[in-house]
């Protein structure tokens, strides 16, 4: 491995630049388009999945620091004249289950020139209580919340999702 190289997913994911969100809303403002929905999987979702549990947490952890990396350069970038939306983390079920084709954990955001293309939305499922799945649960700080999503479809798996909390506002 080269000296100075990223020897974790988690250093991997935060170090490639195809993941500053800075660089991907400069890029944004010199396009004509009215919006960007930004998928991030810190994996290649064409890769099996490693059926191994440390790699899967890891995984998640990747997905979460991504997540706090967003949010943070959201918060700087408020006074560029576009909306961004909160960004959120997704892991599905299948990954959680460990299933061969399961997407890797995702982080979601969304560029828009105006807040009318701002389109982004789930609905929690509330029907039963919520316990996010542990190990995962354990790389959660007190700043983030996590809700679960139903499949489009009936039997479909669902996924859990995970926001930072909004600071309070004094």
């Not at 988690?10 to 998928?39: G, K, S, Y």
């Amino acid at each position: 491995m080269k000296a100075g190289a990223p020897n974790t997913l988690v250093d991997r994911v935060l170090q490639d630049p195809d993941n500053d969100l800075i660089q991907m809303v400069c890029a944004f403002q010199e396009t004509p388009d009215a919006v960007w929905h930004i998928d991030r999987h810190v994996l290649d979702p064409t890769e099996p999945v490693i059926v191994d549990p440390a790699f899967l947490l890891s995984a998640c952890a990747a997905g979460l620091s991504l997540l706090r990396k967003w949010s943070s350069q959201r918060a700087v970038l408020a006074d560029q004249g576009i909306v961004i939306s909160e960004p959120y983390l997704i892991i599905d079920d299948e990954w959680l289950a460990a299933e061969p084709k399961a997407p890797p954990p995702h982080v979601y955001i969304c560029i828009t020139a105006g807040e009318e293309e701002l389109s982004v939305g789930h609905e929690p499922d509330h029907r039963n209580k919520l316990v996010f799945p542990a190990p995962v649960a354990e790389l959660l700080t007190e700043n983030e919340t996590f809700y679960r999503i139903s499949g489009v479809f009936e039997d479909e798996p669902g996924a859990w999702l995970i926001k930072i909390k909004k600071a309070p506002v004094s």
